[in-house]
């Protein structure tokens, strides 16, 4: 007799689907039919929503979980960047910007080379088949993309900075446009993490430092101001005298503007180059000029019978490039020049003081302590005491108190206790002791320097 068969196992129990999980079939899809039928009034906020809760999602990823869904996240990035209605608005751009360095940052950076391509080609399209707002978001993004990861995309690096340059055309009449493509600059050049190309660089180059002098935006000086500065910090092409003084020419400038937040950019922009070029051992030889060979042209048989003779060089004399290396004495006067001009403004005056204060904090604690001495008496003498303020009440309170703020609340607050010790070593022997004069030799202080002691 056969044995009877065993009876089939009962199904397993299916656990219930946890109550936070969506309906639909992902939980970041952007749902564009339900967009476009909401009233338009609603259709901005909704966009928001979803991009403010997508940021926060991709930002509470695990890196595991950044590598598993960056293929789908950045489809429904790009679905956003590419809406014709509504086109991504600043928020928005900032949220999808969010979601890129996150995914980059945190991921396995498969989706790297296809995202930078995908910005690039929105950004090369006519402008009649994408709007200026799509290129705007794109532009936007590709500066998160190589903030975040563009070391690992360098020699995409021409291609983004070739395209971010073409959009100046087109964005001649917005300013927020210009604005975003000199940030986007700005991050390339520092993501990749390297000097980028020399004739790529000198182009954004003088493109930044012209709008830091001409450009009519507030908002597109500040902007140029920040790439510039990333230049500076990145390349080291720009580290000659030439390029420095007209740099500083275009900063000066910027300085007199009235908006705090140019003037703010303009200070950290010339901080950064003096502080580069600070060396206690200044080294100022000529830098050779390289001539790149030209492209040879091709001739017609009339040409070539008779060839034009051309120039080596312009016939007016240009003065010699010299390596940037400057001592802290020779900072501090470039910088005490501009301020006792009698064109300066208070707002520009404002502004050097600022100079200084980031300078000698970025110098840091030893190279202050050991030239207290030096930064006391340069204040004392060449600011307080120069004749320029011995006429205008104002400008002589006004530097009373710009001296006491540098030498009191941050170089003061910089020193350790031995340091403090020998700074008041300094003005009691140095400075009080020569009031009245004892030695022919040590010339009496004035009442200012004796003031601010």
């Known amino acids: 007799m056969a044995e009877a068969e065993a009876e089939p196992e009962a199904p397993a129990t299916i656990a219930p689907a946890p109550s936070n999980l969506p309906k639909t079939k992902s939980d970041w899809e952007l749902d564009v039919t339900r967009l476009h039928s909401l009233p338009s009034e609603q259709q901005e906020l909704y966009l928001l929503s979803f991009t403010a809760g997508l940021a926060t999602h991709v930002e509470n990823l695990s890196a595991d979980g950044a590598t598993a869904e960056q293929t789908a996240l950045k489809k429904e990035l790009f679905r956003v960047i590419n809406l014709s209605s509504p086109p991504p608005t600043r928020v928005i751009r900032n949220n999808i910007g969010r979601c890129f360095s996150a995914v980059l940052?945190?991921?396995?950076?498969?989706?790297?080379?296809?995202?930078?391509?995908?910005?690039?080609?929105?950004?090369?399209?006519?402008?009649?088949?994408?709007?200026?707002?799509?290129?705007?978001?794109?532009?936007?993004?590709?500066?998160?993309?190589?903030?975040?990861?563009?070391?690992?995309?360098?020699?995409?690096?021409?291609?983004?900075?070739?395209?971010?340059?073409?959009?100046?055309?087109p964005a001649a009449n917005d300013a927020g446009y210009r604005s975003a493509i000199y940030r986007a600059l700005g991050?390339?050049?520092?993501?990749?993490?390297?000097?980028?190309?020399?004739?790529?660089?000198?182009?954004?180059?003088?493109?930044?430092?012209?709008?830091?002098?001409?450009?009519?935006?507030?908002?597109?000086?500040?902007?140029?101001?920040?790439?510039?500065?990333?230049?500076?910090?990145?390349?080291?092409?720009?580290?000659?005298?030439?390029?420095?003084?007209?740099?500083?020419?275009?900063?000066?400038?910027?300085?007199?503007?009235?908006?705090?937040?140019?003037?703010?950019?303009?200070?950290?922009?010339?901080?950064?180059?003096?502080?580069?070029?600070?060396?206690?051992?200044?080294?100022?030889?000529?830098?050779?000029?390289?001539?790149?060979?030209?492209?040879?042209?091709?001739?017609?048989?009339?040409?070539?019978?008779?060839?034009?003779?051309?120039?080596?060089?312009?016939?007016v004399p240009e003065k010699p490039a010299t390596s940037l290396s400057l001592s802290l004495a020779e900072i501090m006067r470039t910088l005490s020049m501009q301020y006792m001009r009698s064109t300066t403004t208070h707002r520009a005056r404002g502004a050097v003081i600022n100079t200084y204060i980031r300078i000698f904090r970025s110098l840091g604690e030893s190279v202050v302590e050991q030239h207290y001495g030096e930064i006391a008496r340069h204040l004392f003498v060449d600011v307080l005491s120069h004749p320029g303020l011995t006429f205008n009440k104002y400008r002589q309170l006004a530097s009373r108190r710009y001296v006491r703020v540098v030498l009191e609340r941050v170089i003061g607050r910089m020193l350790g206790e031995t340091a403090q010790l020998n700074?008041?070593?300094?003005?009691?022997?140095?400075?009080?002791?020569?009031?009245?004069?004892?030695?022919?030799?040590?010339?009496?202080?004035?009442k200012q320097t004796l003031t601010a002691a």
Not at 423 to 446: C, G, H, M, V, W
């Open 423 to 446: 700074a008041s070593r300094f003005l009691l022997n140095e400075i009080i002791k020569d009031y009245p004069q004892a030695i022919k030799e040590r010339a009496e202080p004035t």
């Open 105 to 169: 940052t945190k991921g396995s950076r498969k989706v790297l080379y296809e995202s930078i391509q995908d910005c690039v080609d929105i950004l090369n399209a006519p402008v009649k088949d994408k709007d200026l707002r799509t290129k705007h978001a794109a532009t936007h993004c590709l500066g998160a993309v190589f903030e975040a990861a563009g070391d690992s995309a360098m020699s995409l690096s021409p291609l983004a900075c070739t395209a971010l340059l073409k959009q100046f055309k």
């Open 187 to 315: 991050k390339v050049v520092k993501g990749i993490v390297a000097a980028i190309d020399e004739e790529l660089g000198r182009n954004i180059w003088k493109l930044a430092r012209s709008a830091v002098a001409g450009e009519k935006s507030f908002l597109a000086q500040a902007s140029a101001c920040k790439c510039l500065e990333q230049l500076i910090n990145q390349a080291t092409y720009f580290d000659n005298s030439n390029d420095f003084e007209k740099l500083q020419t275009a900063l000066w400038k910027a300085m007199e503007s009235t908006s705090i937040a140019l003037r703010r950019a303009a200070v950290s922009c010339l901080s950064a180059v003096l502080v580069k070029a600070h060396s206690e051992s200044p080294n100022k030889e000529a830098i050779p000029r390289i001539k790149k060979p030209k492209k040879a042209k091709k001739k017609t048989p009339g040409e070539e019978a008779d060839e034009e003779i051309e120039r080596t060089s312009s016939p």
